[in-house]
């Protein structure tokens, strides 16, 4: 039976941190899935097709072509898992704020589902980047080229931010 893991997130936007995580996970799995999920307790700063279509182009520009990336509307993250076969969640943990906020959602997904989630720790490199502070940084007008991948830069150059 072949292995599959899933990178669930916001991304929003996806951030070098993120690509890190989502590339080492690709070498864990015979099939490793992106999925894009609404959060709502995050005010959204791009849709959700555009998060998915940035995932897709900072993936490619890294040579990274056999990553499934998606999004799911449709109900608990679990419930996407169990649609495509997949038993394990992989999350980047950066600190013990990270611990706290992922802890409950791994115990929760193990419950519901038997989902695993495992936790990979980030490259020191990007150990302090988060999507928050790239929308925050970027609303003020300054540079975000330190933290996230070119597809995001270009795009936000080009098409400013959503009110
Ligand atoms: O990048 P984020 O915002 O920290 O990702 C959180 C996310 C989207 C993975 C989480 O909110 C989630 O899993 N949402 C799907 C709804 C769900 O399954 N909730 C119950 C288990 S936590």
Partial sequence: ?????????????????????ITR???LFDELHVVVVHNPDKRAMLPIAQRVSLIEKALADAGVTDVHVTSWSMGLLVDYCQEVGASVLVKGLRSGSDVSYET??????????????????????????SSSLV????GLGGDISPYVPSAVKEFIDANGLPD
């Fill in 25 to 27: 996970a690709r070498g």
């Fill in 104 to 129: 409950p959602m791994a115990i929760v997904n193990r419950k519901l589902a038997n989902i695993e989630t495992v936790f990979l720790m980030p490259d020191p490199a990007h150990g302090h980047v």
């Fill in 1 to 21: 039976m072949s292995s599959i893991g899933v990178v669930p997130g916001s991304f929003d936007p996806v951030t070098l941190g993120h690509l890190d995580v």
């Fill in 135 to 138: 929308r925050q940084v970027a």
